[in-house]
């Protein structure tokens, strides 16, 4: 069974520029997650979909962060524009429901200079 | 607040030896705890959760609401058990928030 994918892998930015980051999860799996991780830091969730809808974004920074996931598969998140505390590993993760265990993709890791 | 508290950020234990990774929580209602593991340049993955009551690669957690704590536990810790272990809570009256504590990087010395 293939797992989630993320890419790009990595990425190097200036800051006040833009980024996307795109997540195709576990086919089949309704619900996706996005997280950030800075360095020395557990993951911190920033929104989670069931399908196509949000389920929670309280900790999405909305005045820069967005994300969607429009026909409830893939994902993009995207940075507009990037700080240099953004700097982190972005992770994608899907379960087949919110009850569920989550699968992680390898991470996008972000460097903001 | 912090949710999740794991307070050793390293730990080395030589093989053979038992080790306990501890985790303490702070939430009101009922919690669902769970273990996830990184090993090198492998994905995040599950390692165990609380309600499954299950042993996985000889590790096993017991939730102590008393304590609030949810420490893994592995009577004999082999060297491919050397990686970096997250606790979580899943918050149900947050709407299915999940929160990480900080990892603990757990080194099983030969």
């Known amino acids: 069974e293939a797992g989630v994918a993320q890419s790009p892998r990595y990425k190097i930015i200036e800051k006040r520029q833009s980024v996307a980051f795109w997540c195709n999860p576990i086919?089949?799996?309704?619900?996706l997650y996005w997280y950030q991780q800075i360095l020395g830091q557990g993951p911190k969730l920033l929104i989670q979909?069931?399908?196509?809808?949000?389920?929670?974004d309280s900790q999405l920074p909305k005045d820069r962060f967005s994300a969607e996931r429009l026909k409830g598969v893939d994902s993009t998140l995207k940075i507009q524009p990037a700080k240099l505390e953004d700097s982190a590993v972005y992770l994608c993760?899907?379960?087949?429901?919110?009850?569920?265990?989550?699968?992680f993709g390898p991470g996008t890791r972000l460097t903001v200079l | 607040a912090q949710r999740v508290t794991q307070p050793e950020k390293l730990l080395s234990v030589f093989k053979g030896a038992p080790v306990e990774l501890k985790c303490n929580y702070s939430y009101s209602g009922s919690p669902e705890l769970f273990w996830y593991v990184q090993y090198s340049r492998q994905r995040l993955q599950l390692l165990l959760r609380?309600?499954s009551r299950e042993s996985i690669k000889g590790f096993t957690a017991d939730l102590n609401k008393g304590e609030t704590s949810f420490h893994l536990k592995k009577p004999f810790a082999q060297e491919e058990d050397s990686a970096m272990y997250y606790c979580?809570?899943?918050?149900?009256?947050?709407?299915?928030?999940?929160?990480f504590g900080t990892g603990t990087s757990l080194t099983v010395i030969p």
């Open positions: 979909f069931q399908n196509n809808g949000v389920v929670d």
């Open positions: 086919s089949g799996h309704a619900t």
């Open positions: 993760a899907s379960s087949p429901g919110t009850t569920d265990t989550q699968y």
């Open positions: 609380h309600i």
């Open positions: 979580a809570l899943k918050a149900w009256d947050t709407g299915n928030q999940f929160y």
